[in-house]
């Protein structure tokens, strides 16, 4: 309570509204507020870009996924292509691979990217672990999906070193079983991700007061103990970042998968930006991809407004 | 500058440079080259010379521009078409291929091309089919080729090896392949359309009648026939005859000359290029035979015809027009065919390579059946979906009932579908 005090200001909640805003007006004297016309003329090209370029042609995505696949002359179709995508076992493959993204792609960055960061954060030779662990992130998907390719096809590099290592009953066709396949795909993602993770969290890291560590210190609260009861608390606005990066990520998950196996074999690592892709330009379905690129923004805007709404409220 | 003004001046350029590209076509100099799209990059220099040569008829040379990824390239042509300003000329597939294509209206007719190499005798009518849509003519004939075993002689005389005859010779075949550490035949799914290769072969060696009428929507995938095929696919694959899945089919010249694999199903003529990149001479390094029929019913053989179709709103659509009229001028497909080694639809320029040449004597002598590869044999959206579920069980060859049953629920739709649209 104190703490929320102090970072508000003392007695703010107890002022009117009004001498507020002439406090913050009266640091720039001689300054008349816009009028509204004026206010508005600034808006408006955001505004407008944001609905030719983002809400228009969601409105015309939500609108073509009711009619038919006809390239030309599409009829109107109600829910139809809709019952065909929740029935098309496909379909349903890849949204139960979106939520295998959705949640390795939140754990394994926020778990791996805050154990390496503490971990190196206070070594010597921190920089250089933390330079390897960071450096995949300035690579594209494209050549991560090239690099493990080479890694995880069945002739590649890791059932190599794993028949080097005379382990070959553990080699494995890494890529052609699911659910194996999808797994290793969010590793090789997780590969890539991690880096930005480990990044913020080092910011995090930076931020919290040497006041508070020494006084744990001085309390006799050390290690693993004072990592979750002192440090990580005060990693909370970091993690929440972190997190939804990684949502975000997850859900969108397109380049990888592409480049690494198309969707298969026989479609099955598709996620729901892969099965939008291939119904709307492969096969040339205009309404069942539509339909598709609808329920994935259903799923993207739900878990985002879940998620922020949670942050909000705790925060 | 202040501030205002800076972000003011930032704007308007801004704006300007917006509104000069959505601004129509400014006038351009006039180019005497056809924009050429295709999908082989590594053709180029035998596009240049064909090119070469039609200017030397026409005018016009070729400006060829690639998209190496085959599925990519299926997407940015079918945006492209969709355009004001299409390419004048690109490179498709025949058959389904050009008729999903020309149902949207956005190629050009070329029937006038059609019958003057027809008539020039530098084209046999019978390919008409591979090319037309109600009615119409929709393109030419860019290659056509023949699919074959391709194999690495000198591992085959180490091995005591001949080209089988019967499917029981090549069983054998590929048992001694195996036996000797070598994978017997380099098949993949990556990229899906290598998987129609394979089933394209397989299923006509194995029914041709089947294959043929399944491939125009008259034959069920649960027939007997298919579900025979896919026991046999199934064992092969069991035996360890297949290399893995996700193996590279770029990787396959080369394999078959570091004696990795002993067999690579690839086209007549023009794969021959790649073996001799890999170092397989074309003077007997490799050798090639069409795979015998499973049931001893007579050769058959998969054809690919791949097209030069124009879109219909080419800037130059005249000019496009009249190159198509002289693309199979013996003069313009023998600079072509020789860089591929062969491959000119022209049956009157020969094909360079030996083992390309004789193949194709075979099939002209032999009266082999001639069948159209399943990539360009069905409606587009049903290939890929086979394809797909294919792959999968190349992938994981445990369930080929199951894999049948969802081919034919998706032949019954997608049929059902492509009539009703091209109706």
Redesign the interface.
Same mark, same amino acid.
């Given at each position: 309570m104190t703490a929320t005090t102090t970072r508000r200001g003392p007695g703010r909640q107890d002022l009117p509204r009004q001498p507020a805003r002439r406090t913050r007006l009266a640091s720039h004297p001689g300054r008349a507020p816009a009028p509204l016309t004026t206010r508005i003329a600034f808006l408006a090209p955001a505004a407008v870009l944001v609905m030719v370029l983002s809400l228009a042609p969601f409105v015309m995505t939500v609108w073509r996924s009711f009619f038919d696949d006809s390239l030309v002359d599409p009829h109107f179709n109600g829910w139809g292509s809709y019952a065909r995508i929740i029935t098309d076992p496909v379909i349903v493959r890849s949204l139960v691979n979106t939520f295998f993204w959705l949640i390795g792609t939140v754990a394994i960055p926020v778990g791996l990217g805050l154990a390496i960061a503490a971990l190196t954060n206070s070594v010597s030779w921190g920089k250089y672990a933390r330079l390897a662990i960071v450096m995949p992130y300035a690579l594209s998907g494209t050549a991560v999906a090239v690099i493990w390719n080479f890694i995880l096809r069945d002739d590649g590099a890791l059932n190599g070193l794993l028949e080097g290592l005379g382990l070959g009953s553990l080699a494995h066709a890494w890529l052609l079983e699911w659910p194996a396949n999808t797994i290793m795909l969010i590793v090789a993602n997780s590969w890539q991700a991690t880096g930005v993770a480990v990044i913020l969290y080092l910011v995090g890291l930076q931020g919290v007061p040497r006041e508070t560590i020494e006084a744990a210190a001085l309390d006799g609260v050390a290690g693993v103990r004072r990592f979750f009861y002192i440090v990580f608390p005060q990693l909370r606005a970091t993690t929440a970042v972190v997190m939804g990066i990684s949502l975000a990520n997850g859900l969108k998950s397109f380049d990888l998968i592409w480049v690494l196996t198309n969707g298969g074999p026989g479609r099955a690592t598709e996620t729901l930006a892969v099965s939008m892709y291939w119904q709307s330009f492969v096969l040339q379905r205009p309404g069942s991809g539509a339909a598709i690129a609808v329920i994935l923004t259903v799923v993207v805007v739900a878990v985002s407004v879940g998620y922020l709404r949670r942050q909000l409220r705790t925060s | 500058m202040r501030r205002r003004s800076f972000l003011t001046a930032a704007g308007l350029m801004g704006l300007s440079a917006v509104l000069a590209g959505c601004s129509p076509n400014q006038p351009q100099q006039v180019s005497r080259s056809l924009s050429f799209f295709n999908d082989a990059a590594s053709w180029e220099p035998g596009y240049l010379r064909a090119g070469k040569a039609l200017a030397a008829r026409t005018g016009w040379s070729l400006d060829p521009q690639t998209i190496p990824n085959a599925?990519s390239y299926?997407?940015v042509m079918?945006s492209l078409l969709e355009t004001r300003n299409p390419p004048d000329l690109v490179k498709w597939g025949s058959g389904y291929r050009t008729q999903?294509l020309a149902?949207?209206?956005t190629l050009a007719t070329l029937d006038g091309a059609w019958k003057t190499s027809v008539a020039n005798g530098w084209l046999d009518d019978a390919l008409r089919r591979e090319f037309t849509y109600d009615g119409h003519v929709y393109g030419l004939p860019l290659i056509q080729g023949f699919y074959v075993m391709f194999y690495n002689t000198a591992l085959w005389a180490e091995l005591e090896l001949e080209p089988p005859t019967t499917w029981d010779e090549f069983m054998g075949v590929c048992e001694t392949l195996k036996r000797a550490g070598v994978t017997p035949i380099g098949t993949t799914? @990556?990229?899906?359309w290598p998987v129609a290769n394979w089933f394209s072969m397989l299923a006509a060696a194995f029914d041709p009648d089947w294959y043929q009428a399944a491939c125009t929507g008259e034959a069920s995938f649960l027939d007997a026939a298919p579900r025979d095929m896919m026991k046999l696919w199934q064992e092969m694959i069991d035996r360890g005859y297949h290399t893995?899945?996700? &193996?590279l089919s770029d990787d396959f010249p080369a394999m078959l000359q570091q004696r990795r694999i002993g067999m690579q199903p690839t086209p007549v003529s023009w794969s021959t290029q790649s073996l001799e990149l890999a170092g397989l001479s074309g003077d007997g390094g490799y050798d090639a035979f069409i795979l015998p029929s499973v049931h001893g019913q007579g050769l058959s053989v998969v054809t690919e015809v791949a097209g030069l179709v124009v879109p219909a709103g080419s800037t130059r659509l005249d000019a496009a027009r009249e190159a198509m009229s002289n693309w199979l001028a013996p003069e313009v497909q023998q600079p072509w065919s020789d860089f591929l080694n062969g491959s000119s639809a022209n049956q009157e320029v020969p094909w360079s390579d030996p083992v390309s040449r004789r193949i194709q004597k075979q099939v002209r002598d032999e009266q082999v059946r001639v069948l159209n590869r399943y990539w360009e044999n069905s409606p587009?959206?049903l290939v @890929?979906?086979t394809t797909?579920?294919l792959?999968?069980?190349? &992938?994981?060859p445990t369930d080929p009932r199951g894999v049948l049953e969802s081919l034919q629920r998706r032949a019954e739709t997608e049929w059902s579908?492509w009539r009703e @649209?091209t109706s």
């Open positions: - | 599925t299926e997407q079918r999903d149902r949207t209206g799914q @990556v990229n899906i893995s899945s996700d &193996a587009p959206p @890929v979906g797909q579920d792959g999968g069980f190349m &992938a994981s579908y @649209v």
